[in-house]
């Protein structure tokens, strides 16, 4: 079983940065893919990123390439997403994910077996 918890959202203006943690519980982090998927109100859940269990591969949505960058402290059990040039678009509750399996690192939400509470990101000005 494995624990997420999110935190680091808010409120930003239009061009601003936020970077979002996701603190996971448990001794075998390093043996699970992490993504990010977010929900803005009356949409369905979107992929924005992920990276696999040692780091060393990343994807992310073409909406938000460029602009975001996925990471990962394993000895801190911590993911992270920082956003930066954020738009009124990237409004959005953000969810961190798990996926058993240390090479994994899927854009499908339906591969992930573990889900943090999320942390709303509004970007307004």
């Known amino acids: 079983q494995v624990q997420l918890v999110e935190s680091g959202g808010g409120l930003v203006q239009p061009g601003g940065s936020l970077r979002l943690s996701c603190a996971a519980s448990g001794r075998t982090f390093s043996m699970y893919g992490m993504g990010w998927f977010r929900q803005a109100p009356g949409k369905e859940r979107e992929f924005v990123a992920a990276?696999?269990?040692?780091?060393?591969?990343?994807y992310y949505s073409d909406s938000v390439k460029g602009r975001f960058t996925i990471s990962r402290d394993n000895a801190k059990n911590t993911v992270y997403l920082q956003m930066n040039s954020l738009k009124p678009e990237d409004t959005a509750v953000y969810y961190c994910?798990?996926?058993?399996?240390?090479?994994?690192?899927?854009?499908?939400?339906?591969?992930?077996?573990?889900w943090g509470q999320g942390t709303q990101v509004t970007v307004s000005s």
């Open positions: 990276i696999s269990g040692s780091g060393s591969r990343t």
């Open positions: 994910a798990a996926q058993l399996g240390r090479y994994s690192a899927s854009n499908s939400d339906r591969s992930y077996d573990y």
